[in-house]
């Protein structure tokens, strides 16, 4: 009934700048938290940034600084500024958010499928 989904991936240099989207769609209700993780090779998943309704930021210590997360609650939409970028950056970036459908009580969280970023020269 939910699906989130990501774009703006790709392969960037050292010190470069990636913006990461992601459109929630379907029969929302409405949206509470948003949030970005990511994967990087042979590692666990991690927080990178996340935002509350009322616009409350959170940030990993990594990327504090480098990377902004807004929303666009009009579009259902998070977006993820990522500047100076690292090779350590390298991931696999995923998009989450807890969301309440149409007819239901309470609010789920959904994943989107993830989409990668490479910090290479």
């Known amino acids: 009934q939910v699906q989130l989904v990501e774009s703006g991936g790709g392969l960037v240099q050292p010190g470069g700048s990636l913006r990461l989207s992601c459109a929630a769609s379907?029969?929302?209700?409405?949206?509470?938290?948003m949030g970005w993780y990511r994967q990087p090779p042979g590692n666990q998943r991690e927080l990178v940034a996340s935002?509350?309704?009322?616009?409350?930021?959170n940030y990993a210590g990594s990327v504090k600084g480098r990377f902004t997360i807004s929303r666009d609650d009009a579009k259902n939409t998070v977006y993820l500024q990522m500047n100076s970028l690292k090779p350590e950056d390298t991931a696999v970036y995923y998009c989450?958010?807890?969301?309440?459908?149409?007819?239901?009580?309470?609010?789920?969280?959904?994943w989107g499928q993830g989409t990668q970023v490479t910090v290479s020269s």
């Open positions: 935002i509350t309704t009322a616009g409350s930021t």
């Open positions: 379907g029969s929302i209700d409405s949206i509470n938290y």
């Open positions: 989450n958010a807890v969301i309440r459908v149409i007819g239901r009580s309470y609010p789920n969280t959904y």
